[in-house]
């Protein structure tokens, strides 16, 4: 069953920096909580639902980035404001957002005339809208102990793993491991070099080469834009 309200940490308009749709004029919709707990996070602001935090949307809207804050937002509510902005690309963040049944959200938004895209850790399991786009950045033996889902990596439409060293390339090739050739030639694969380090990033260049790879570069952090 969709859910009618979902709870909203932030939204605001950029450009999507990673990934296939990299340089897309897009609104990012956050919603709030991960139960992930991936170290290097940088949105530990969205991971709780605490109660004293609960404010209104009008106050979510308003507030920029970075806050604890977040709402309860009527997914009609939400589509109706999502149309107000320029962009016409949608990805849903978070926090992990399919902690929450996407379906009626990215339905709606894709019958507005969004196209729209999901960036997950691929523990949960993915319900959201056939032709939403799904990029699974998979989050492989984090605190919280959640595995990545057969289910998440099948329907996933880009694979971004994210990378410091070699065991996360490992970690990537026993994920690949669990499809079979054919439904890896239906995704572009990534890497993503973790907070800019350099060696992460000659590791990714190298790799990419290698191997045939993507290299996905967090450009929004070099350009200092959120
Ligand atoms: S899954 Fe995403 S939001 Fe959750 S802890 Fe990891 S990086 Fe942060």
């Known amino acids: 069953m969709s859910m009618t309200k979902l709870p909203l940490n932030e939204i605001f308009e950029s450009i999507q920096g990673e990934g296939s749709f990299t340089g897309a004029p897009s609104i990012f919709v956050r919603l ?19 109660p004293e935090d609960k404010t209104s949307f009008e106050t979510v809207v308003a507030k920029g980035g970075d806050g604890d804050s977040w709402c309860d937002v ?33 339905t709606k938004l894709i019958s507005s005339g969004f196209s729209c895209q999901i960036e997950t850790s691929g523990t949960f399991e993915i319900k959201v809208a ?8 998979p989050k492989v033996a984090m605190k919280g102990g959640f595995k990545i889902l057969d289910s998440a990596l099948v329907r996933a439409n880009e694979i971004k793993h994210p990378v410091a060293m070699q065991r996360h390339i490992d970690e990537l090739d026993a994920l690949l491991a669990r499809l079979t050739p054919e439904q890896i030639a239906t995704k572009k694969v990534y890497l993503q070099p973790i907070s800019q380090q350099n060696r992460a990033t000659k590791l990714a260049i190298d790799t990419c080469i290698a191997r045939n790879w993507w290299l996905s570069i967090q450009t929004h952090k070099y350009l200092d834009i959120q």
Not at 32 to 50: E, I, M, R
Request: charged share 15%; hydrophobic share 35%.
């Open 32 to 50: 709030q909580g991960c139960p992930v707990g991936c170290a290097w996070c940088d949105t530990k602001h969205s991971w709780y639902l605490k």
């Open 74 to 106: 009527e997914i009609d509510h939400l589509v109706t404001h999502l149309l107000t902005y320029q962009a016409r690309h949608i990805v849903l963040t978070g926090g992990e957002p399919c902690l929450y049944d996407l379906v009626e959200l990215t």
């Open 130 to 137: 056939a032709s939403c786009h799904v990029t699974v950045s």
